[in-house]
């Protein structure tokens, strides 16, 4: 066990790991506006089922706005993005649903302050998938066992350190049994001694063959379970490669430069 407390088991369930060439996700020439501003310019790329794609770029590029597009989060003007075989900008799409099949975890852990640790793993899965009290419960605590949380059920969000918050928040996110986990930025505003365990949980998930999406300056992390690597600039995707062409050498000066002040 690692130094998170990272248990043995599973955290995802056989059905959504790796499966090479099934597209999980198809981001096809996307366009955003806020009023004159354009924010994202045409972008394209897929991810496969079990890939792991990390996306880095300047403060302001657009990562954040287009993974939120990914979970219709926000909408979009031009384009089409298809998860799982869902069209999300299609008027028929029950939006909910879709939602409730991409698991999505943030900077700022956004638990629910005023519930227990067990009450926020359970919540949705009782509300919006329906389970029934008892397999929510364990779903919920196996998933918090993994996470080498067990001791803190009963506890409340402020009575954790930051960098356990996040791993119940990505807990809380599998419970619903996702086929992607969308991560923006989850380790960006923790202590950095906590951001290693946080990062243990995502490489665990991404061994298991977790579909991942994850706005990140982590290299260490993109270096070791990456399978490609997106650059945004200015709400384009400048580039798209291969983990080891990416850290070989970026094509795009821009890249070039980025890196140069990360790594
Ligand atoms: P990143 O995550 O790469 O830092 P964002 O996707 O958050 O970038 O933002 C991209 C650009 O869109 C930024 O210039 C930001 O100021 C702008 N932006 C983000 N949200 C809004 C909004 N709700 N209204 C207007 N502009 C926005
Ligand atoms: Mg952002």
Redesign the pocket.
Known sequence: PSDSGLQPGTLIEPARQRAPGTAMIAIDAISKW?GD?R?LHECTTAVAKGEVVVVC?P????????IKCVNALEPFQKGQITVDGTKIADKATNLPKLRSRVGMVFQHFELFPHLSITDNLTIAQRKVLGRPKEEAHKRGLDLLARVGLSAHAKKFPGQLSGGQQQRVAIARALAMNPVVMLFDEPTSALDPEMVGEVLDVMVELAREGMTMMV?THEMGFARKVADRVIF?DQGEIVEDAGKDDFFGKPRSERAQTFLSKIL
Do not use: D, E, Q
């Open positions: 806020y501003f924010v770029g403060s302001g590029s657009g990562k954040s706005t287009l706005v945004m």
